[in-house]
């Protein structure tokens, strides 16, 4: 019987927010569906993106990989022998954190970049945490700026999906912050939407190992 490993990465900073809990019920269907699953926190390592040292592209003594030795190739190696990825961030600026566009500079330069070249299946599924309501993602591109990344991911491994999570909560006590946001919606978004989103990061979790138990050994 097919062993499906799964490696889920927690992005933030925090490991007490909206994304680790979305991981986490990706995590539960994951395991649910027959995965074993190995969670990492970016946060716990120190490292820093692509060097552009191209040991990883080089013809004689290729690495297999990042050629860079420091603290992220713990999780890098992972990613390599790893099934399935499940990837939770926030965003900041429209755009992955800092730490997170590091590390896909990291893990994915030595793959095909050209579309249609990726070789490698490894079920990918996303998890997008923001402030920003759904409006206010659109009109500032975010459609555009994380389809981009989402589109390198799918080059390399084929089958890359992504939830989305609007309006998120982030405080317990907004008046000890400086804000602009509607409250009262926001609240409505924590006790309406939420619940929905983990359901759907939970179904998105046992989809990509279902999917990659079903390829042929």
């Not at 390592?45 to 030795?69: A, K, M, N, T, V």
């Amino acid at each position: 019987m097919k062993t499906c490993n799964v490696l889920a990465i927690n992005g933030s900073p925090r490991k007490n927010g909206n994304s680790i809990a979305l991981l986490h019920s990706a995590m539960e269907g994951a395991r649910v569906a027959g995965g074993a699953v190995t969670l990492l926190h970016l946060a716990d390592y120190r490292y820093q993106g692509c060097i552009s040292c191209f040991r990883c592209r080089r013809r004689s003594e290729p690495c297999q990989g990042c050629g860079f030795d420091d603290p992220l190739q713990t999780v890098l190696r992972a990613c390599y022998e790893a099934d399935v990825l499940l990837l939770a961030c926030p965003i900041y600026f429209a755009n992955y954190p800092s730490g997170v566009r590091a590390f896909m500079e990291r893990l994915l330069y030595h793959y095909p970049h050209q579309p249609g070249t990726g070789t490698t299946l490894k079920p990918t599924r996303l998890f997008y945490s923001m402030n920003a309501t759904r409006q206010q993602a659109e009109s500032l591109h975010y459609p555009i700026v994380l389809g981009a990344n989402e589109d390198f991911f799918r080059r390399n491994f084929v089958d890359v999906e992504s939830v989305w999570v609007y309006n998120t909560w982030q405080f317990e006590n907004y008046d000890e912050y400086i804000h602009s946001v509607n409250l009262s919606e926001k609240r409505r978004a924590r006790l309406e939407e939420f619940p929905s989103a983990l359901e759907q990061a939970r179904q998105a979790g046992a989809d990509a190992v279902t999917r990659w138990l079903a390829e042929d050994p």
